[in-house]
């Protein structure tokens, strides 16, 4: 198995390779050469298998030679079972025709979780076979900062730098980041957005001395071991489901909604991809209008979704031109200077037949977390409930499944609000608020975020 580029000019290379970087040189993507195909009947058999048991079926088939069968069935079983649920990620159902697929019991209580804790294992074995030292850079816009240094925090030969906009994340989620005691991770509020970070993020992969230099490895949804981890649980909840069914997925960077256009990929059978967006709907104005404009960030309710750059919308574009590299290239390089792309009639075509998009509003949000406390008694967080309420806005029906992506206990601003109860943070957590911070402030501003990380490199 070997990786391209999603712009089509910089050499392929191994599942290692790209597990221990960023952006190929040339600004793309990587992405696999080719999809490898699961028959249906081993998908099937997927209902009744371990979680860990199913990620090993998926992921063995883009490790190559990488990883040994037996390397990569230990990375997997002691990343799960730091998990509080059996199972890992349980389906509740909520109606007829209607389940929460739940992807919050990991260390951090976000789904970022499910794939991290097997990247860390797997790049800590990788950097190991390689030698030297890694460098993790992330920007995050709540929850992929902490569970990167819940991953990383602590390894060695490894330091961890991430980036949050200051003021745009919970406490919770700070809070996670900010107080980790290990000497190898940094944490900065950059004062500007959660793209400005991306972006920042984006140049700082584009230096290549600097990427040698300092070993860097991204970890944010552009590196695709992300993709690939979270797949898998798209498998297991169509096999547990045993139809066809519809996700609905609370979307920001784009990451998690693609991971299901993989498991497609793959050969697993979904009715559609529903996009749900908050306020910040660049996406649902692309798959509506066929204009990919990137508009002002707006703070909402549901922050790790207030986003208005979609990173992986670019992986679906790849596919969408039937893997046009020179097109989208130059696409994507337009979009960098005019923050504006029309979509050519083909590839609007290609993505509407995947997925739907749904907006959202904070009102809409508020209520809808409201609603489902007082049918359910069950509190959700706000990104969840964007989801609900895009899937209760749809006209087409079917077995739905909702990406519940967060404790509500991540959000309890939002989450008493709208409910009227505070939800308890879990026992892991009990003491947060009393632990120290460590974190420093900077400008959105490449050349003073290198050098934070060069000083701290020595």
Known sequence: MRYISTRGNSPPRSFAEILLSGLAPDGGLYMPETWPQIAAQEIAGFANSPYTAVAHAIVKRFVGDSFSESELRADIDAAYKLFDAPGVVPLQQIAPDQWLLELFHGPTLAFKDIAMQLIGRLSARALAKRGGRATILAATSGDTGSAAIAAFGGLANVEVFVLHPKGRVSDVQRRQMTTSPHANVHNIAVEGTFDDAQAVVKDLFAEIDFVERAGLVAVNSINFARILAQSVYYFVAAAKLGLPPTFVVPTGNFGDVFAGEAAMRMGLQIEKLVVATNE?????????????????????????????????????????????????????????????????PVVLSNLRARYEAIRVSDEETLQTIADFYKSQRVLIDPHTAVALAASRKREQGGWTAILSTAHPAKFPAAVSKAAGISPPLPPRLADLYERAERVSVLPVDKASIRRFIEDRLG
């Open 280 to 344: 910040n709907d660049i996406v649902a104005r692309a798959l509506h209008t066929g204009l990919y404009s990137r508009g002002e960030v707006r703070q909402t309710l549901s922050p790790s979704m207030d986003i208005q750059v979609a990173s992986n919308f670019e992986r679906a574009l790849f596919e969408a031109s039937a893997r046009n590299s020179a097109w989208l290239g130059n696409a994507m390089a337009q979009f960098a200077k005019t923050r504006s792309l029309v979509l050519p």
